[in-house]
């Protein structure tokens, strides 16, 4: 059995790997989705060990909650960890709004959308412009002493915003753009999180299919956010992943999650699947006992990105 992580104060536990599910039911976000992918995504998550589902209101305008909400009726609802967000008002255009009254509506759609009486995890996925953050938080905090939600998370707010959020200490968790190349939130975020015990979710922790290891110095151009020198570096970086993986008979993908597993300022590493195929690569990850002289490798490789 996995080792079990904390989520911030809360009494919510899971294993350091979960499954992000925009591509289940996300027909907004990706062409060519079909639902009964997202359905065996989602199955064969829960079937391989995983107990975390990622999942949010603008995965679908809902869609990606009502799969979820379908699949897990055939499980034993304590045994997951069920993670939603929203912000998005639809009738301001999804524009972010986080007053208290349309957090609180917004958890009791999911809820309906979810089949389940309980989140385990609820984020703000996107700050607004207006409310004070701790009173968006005093919202959601209402509803945890209701037993509608059991911890309490923000989604691409600031260090600023977070520090607001946080101002009551009743933040448990925070999710946002993190990877090997995309290490900014060390510098800042990181120290802040630890010092008041909260979590630390990232998103895109394989940087879309980039650190998977299928791309080499070609497809630059397909990564535009990138200059060529910092491309070049990449594959460079990625070369030492080969090295490990190679080793622990692994893919570069499994060794870079690993990597996340391993680092203890990551609570929970949420990378997505469109295939239940890629569930099981993924989880594959959870096999690898990734040696320090490794990690420590892996770090000092991508460390000009921090």
Do not use: C
């Not at 996995?2 to 790997?17: E, F, P, R, T």
């Not at 295939?275 to 099981?280: A, G, L, S």
């Amino acid at each position: 059995m996995a080792d079990l992580i904390n989520v911030g104060k809360s009494d919510v536990s899971s294993i350091k790997l979960g499954l992000g599910t925009n591509k289940v039911g996300g027909h907004n976000l990706f062409k060519d989705l079909n639902d009964e992918d997202g359905y065996a995504v989602v199955k064969e998550a829960i079937d391989s060990g995983i107990t975390t589902l990622d999942t949010a209101y603008m995965y679908g305008l809902g869609r990606s909650e009502e799969i979820i909400g379908d699949v897990i009726q055939n499980y034993d609802r304590s045994k997951l960890v069920i993670a939603t967000k929203g912000a998005q008002n639809p009738d301001k255009d999804n524009a972010p709004d986080n007053s208290p009254e349309f957090l609180k509506a917004t958890v009791e759609a999911s809820l309906k959308r979810l089949k389940t009486d309980y989140i385990d995890i609820f984020y703000i996925h996107f700050p607004d412009e207006n409310t004070p953050k701790d009173e968006a938080v005093a919202a959601l905090n209402e509803l945890k002493k209701e037993g509608k939600i059991k911890a309490i998370g923000v989604s691409n707010f600031s260090l600023d915003q977070v520090k607001e959020a946080n101002k009551d200490g009743l933040v448990d968790i925070v999710e946002d753009n993190y990877s090997l190349v995309h290490r900014d939130a060390e510098k800042s975020l990181f120290p802040y999180l630890r010092a008041n015990k909260i979590s630390f979710v990232p998103y895109f922790p394989l940087a879309s299919g980039l650190l998977t290891g299928k791309y080499n110095l070609g497809d630059a151009n397909k990564f535009k956010q990138f200059s060529k020198e910092q491309f070049s570096d990449i594959m460079d970086a990625l070369g030492v992943v080969h090295k490990v993986a190679n080793k622990t008979n692994s893919t570069v993908g499994e060794v870079i999650l690993a990597w996340y597993m391993k680092n203890p300022d990551i609570s929970i590493v949420i990378p997505g699947a469109r295939k239940p195929e890629q569930v099981d690569q993924n989880v594959k990850a959870l096999d690898i006992d990734l040696r320090n002289s490794d990690y420590h490798a892996i770090d000092e490789a991508f460390a000009e990105f921090v």
